[in-house]
């Protein structure tokens, strides 16, 4: 029985769901969105949420601290630091992940961890959380039939779609009181 374990173990083992998922974060935010199958973004999507958070971190830690002396700036910096390593750990090695311009034609200098920390992290940096989308497509992938979603980024101002409530059942009218039958004498 699995009582207590959390999330889809996706029929890999640890360490290849670890790989699965550093894979698809670093291709999410290289692109900022992607294809693939229903239960991977939803499981992508925790993953790659904490990673936007250690960076939106490092950019208000970095933002509070300017402009408040050279002793405050520092310790700011170590702070963002710190937040760099630990986004560093949970992403893996980054050495040989350029970030590509839109047309997939000539790789920048940029690593993917240069991104989020440059321009991802800033660009959340008024959200409180929710950095993802997840839509599901109505048709199925070609070979094993398996349900497909976009993931991808928000943009800068841009909220969710909440999901609008079904309107209420208008109330139903009172039934009309019964005649009395006229009376004789």
Request: aromatic share 4%; charged share 30%.
């Amino acid at each position: 029985m699995r009582h207590g374990k959390r999330g889809r173990h996706l029929n890999r083992k640890p360490s290849h769901r670890r790989s699965l998922f550093r894979n698809l974060a670093r291709a999410l935010f290289t692109h900022e969105s992607i294809v693939t199958t229903t239960p991977k973004a939803k499981e992508l999507r925790p993953f790659a949420e904490k990673l936007i958070t250690l960076a939106k971190k490092a950019a208000l830690v970095v933002a509070e601290a300017s402009g408040k002396g050279e002793a405050e700036e520092k310790k700011a910096r170590i702070a963002a630091l710190h937040y760099r390593r630990q986004a560093m750990a949970l992403l893996g090695p980054t050495h040989g992940t350029g970030v590509w311009d839109k047309n997939d034609e000539n790789p920048t200098n940029d690593t993917v961890l240069k991104k989020l920390f440059r321009e991802i992290g800033p660009r959340y940096a008024a959200r409180p959380g929710g950095y993802t989308r997840i839509m599901k497509q109505h048709y199925r992938r070609l070979g094993d039939a398996g349900e497909t979603s976009i993931i991808e980024l928000l943009k800068a101002n841009e909220a969710k779609a909440a999901k609008q409530p079904a309107p209420a059942a208008p109330a139903l009218a009172p039934a009309p009181a019964p005649e009395a039958a006229p009376a004789t004498t």
